[in-house]
């Protein structure tokens, strides 16, 4: 566990503000609840408010300093529609075919982040790897210069330590080509 905490205590160095789509869920809204108490992010929950803080009580934990956005009635609506509109009406997207977009938690995580509202988004409980990414690239993009998208995920596995696990969901069909890996390894669990 020794990764996991030396990471955490990185975090809290850098508090970042993280937003969470799947706000509803039960098992986010207890993993946000743990995040805000130990203190290593600032954590958003976007959902019916009554259903979140319903689903917290339930779960006995408490919701202190864990903010949560209904998107449905959010006043960034229009804004974030507009800022969509403008990144996408090259693709063909429409300003009405934005402000419908924007009310998906997905969507509206990402361009909290992509508008500076937020440091970053974290999905994937509920919703596929595929939307989540979709929503990630067309509403933030990559940065200029990159052309892949690459993802990890670390695994922890007491007593044994922790793994680090990438290109797992991302290259659906992989080559060479598609899936640009510069060396294959075999990596140890780390301590």
């Keep these: 566990m020794a990764l996991l905490e030396t990471l955490k205590e ?3 160095s850098h508090l970042q503000r993280i937003v969470l789509p799947e706000g ?7 993993a946000a609840a743990r995040v805000a108490s130990e203190g290593y992010a600032k954590p958003t929950l976007l959902g019916r408010v009554d259903r979140s803080r319903e689903s917290a009580e ?22 974030y529609a507009r800022v969509y509109f403008e990144r996408r009406r090259a693709k063909g997207t429409t300003l009405e075919e934005a402000q419908q977009l924007v009310r998906n938690p ?36 990559l940065a200029p210069g990159n052309k892949l998208v690459s993802s990890f995920f670390l695994m922890i596995v007491p007593p044994r330590g922790s793994a680090v696990f990438g290109q797992t969901a991302r290259c659906f069909s992989p080559t060479a080509a598609s899936c640009p890996i510069p060396r294959q390894r075999s990596w140890p669990i780390l301590p």
């Design 10 to 12: 990185r975090a809290r």
């Design 24 to 30: 509803e869920d039960d098992r986010v809204i207890k």
């Design 58 to 79: 339930r779960r006995v934990v408490k919701l202190d300093g864990v903010e949560v956005i209904d998107v449905a009635a959010s006043p960034q609506l229009d804004s």
């Design 106 to 141: 997905l969507f509206f995580a990402a361009l909290r982040v992509a508008v500076g509202d937020a440091d970053g988004s974290v999905g994937g409980a509920t919703n596929s790897t595929a939307d989540t990414i979709r929503a990630a690239l067309r509403a933030i993009g």
